[in-house]
């Protein structure tokens, strides 16, 4: 697959704390991935008001960040009427960069190791989670990540790719990626790909094989539908 010649298409706009891994290979490095397997999201489940009040994130949050009550129900106000305008997805996903810089700005301007990352999929797997994502009563809401693809955003040139990755999709929108088992040498030397220093694939060669591999429940990944996505870098400055 040429990559240059192949269109992608936004995801949204994570942002993201990095932790060093902590197991398998790549212990102690920093992995350069939207999974909350992996990383923290400054976005997260407790910033919706509409999801419980006795979260014991909540508890983490405010003393990990000397929230006071008071600074929880602004953050969860500002996230709900941005979610209600549609430019919050759930879960932790922005569907455009000036909201993702201004929830850092308001909220987290103490914090300068916060990365924002944008991701993106190719036409054929920007169908498929479409379609795999669809939902499946007038009751249910679009996952965030299906939301901000319905509106066909062309990749910004301008952002840095750092790699490609491989996320299995759960129903709710979150997603695991394939460090969660550990299996990025595995994958490097069944399918000929090279790790690269943000512990992502350099190239997408042989995706299809791989995504094959991943979805095949007897190599042990979780029985979710897994996707490669475009991962880049982007800077505010």
């Keep these: 697959m040429n990559n240059t010649e192949t269109k992608y298409y936004l995801g949204g706009y994570y942002l993201t704390k990095l932790k060093p891994k902590n197991y398998g290979d790549s212990k102690g490095d920093f992995i350069h991935t939207c999974s909350e397997c992996i990383n923290d999201h ?3 489940i407790w910033s ?3 999801t419980t009040d006795n979260n014991k994130q909540i508890d983490e949050i405010k003393k990990n960040y000397h929230f006071t009550d008071q600074q929880i129900d602004e953050i969860r106000n500002w996230v709900d009427n941005k979610f209600n305008d549609n430019k919050i997805g759930f879960l932790n996903v922005f569907t455009d960069l000036q909201t993702a810089i201004e929830y850092k700005d308001r909220f987290f301007s103490q914090l300068d190791d916060i990365k924002i990352f944008a991701l993106y999929f190719d036409a054929k797997e920007r169908a498929d989670i479409l379609e795999e994502f669809k939902p499946q009563s007038e009751k249910m809401g679009d996952i965030g990540l299906r939301l901000i693809l319905l509106k066909e955003i062309e990749e910004n040139e301008n952002e840095v790719f750092i790699g490609f990755d491989y996320i299995g999709i759960e129903i709710g ?7 969660c088992h550990d299996i990025g040498k595995e994958l490097s030397d069944k399918f000929g790909l090279t790790l690269n220093n943000f512990g992502l694939f350099d190239s997408n060669v042989n ?3 791989v995504l ?6 007897e190599n042990g990944c979780e029985p979710v539908p897994w996707f490669i996505v475009k991962t880049k870098l982007v800077t505010n400055e």
């Design 48 to 50: 919706y008001s509409w």
């Design 173 to 179: 929108g979150i997603f695991h990626t394939f460090h």
């Design 42 to 44: 400054i976005l997260d």
């Design 212 to 217: 094959d591999y991943l979805n095949d429940e």
């Design 207 to 209: 995706s299809k094989q």
